[in-house]
């Protein structure tokens, strides 16, 4: 189901949705800008908690995703088992569950959301678009961004619980 899935949305490519796709997952790449919006957060008073937290859950993302799961499922992307389809973007060389890009930005933007609720809607969107991205790309199968995306969930909560317990003993 998960190639059937693929070679559906690979039927929709057009010139300028394929730099747009390119466009938006360059935006998840390696949390660079993920990380940016947590240290810009963390930055100001009014906004510290909130970044804290999502510099918390990018590593939760990137311990649980990417050194920890990927590793151990070593799941083949599906660039690597068809290599029929016309590649976009370079074939990424590490395995396929999860989606890091789609973890670290649900990660990040959930987090943003428990704060900030419009700012955060419009993060969660930006994660959504990372993610179809990805499949977009043919990088990752849906199963590895779906999953991506509820591990995001869950580590931008426990990043939060992390950090009020942190904030009830320092005020930073």
Not at 88 to 114: C, E, N, R
Not at 154 to 159: I, P
Request: proline fraction near 3%.
């Amino acid at each position: 189901m998960d190639f059937q899935i693929l070679y559906f949305i690979n039927e929709f490519h057009f010139e300028i949705l394929d730099k747009i796709m390119i466009l938006i997952t360059h935006m998840g790449t390696k949390g660079i800008f993920w990380i940016l919006v947590g240290v810009i957060l963390l930055l100001f008073k009014k906004t510290r908690k909130c970044g804290l937290t999502v510099l918390i859950a990018l590593l939760f993302s990137l311990i649980v995703g990417n050194i920890l799961l990927k590793n151990i499922v070593a799941r083949p992307r599906p660039c690597w088992i068809d290599e029929t389809i016309n590649m976009l973007i370079a074939v990424p060389k590490d395995y396929s569950f999860p989606s890091g890009h789609t973890f670290a930005s649900f990660a990040a933007a959930v987090s943003v959301f428990l704060y900030y609720k419009k700012a955060g809607t419009a993060a969660i969107i930006l994660a959504f678009l990372i993610g179809f991205s990805r499949l977009y790309l043919f990088v990752h199968f849906p199963t590895d961004v779906l999953s991506g995306a509820v591990l995001g969930i869950c580590a931008a909560f426990a990043s939060r619980c992390i950090v009020n317990k942190i904030w009830q003993k320092i005020k930073i």
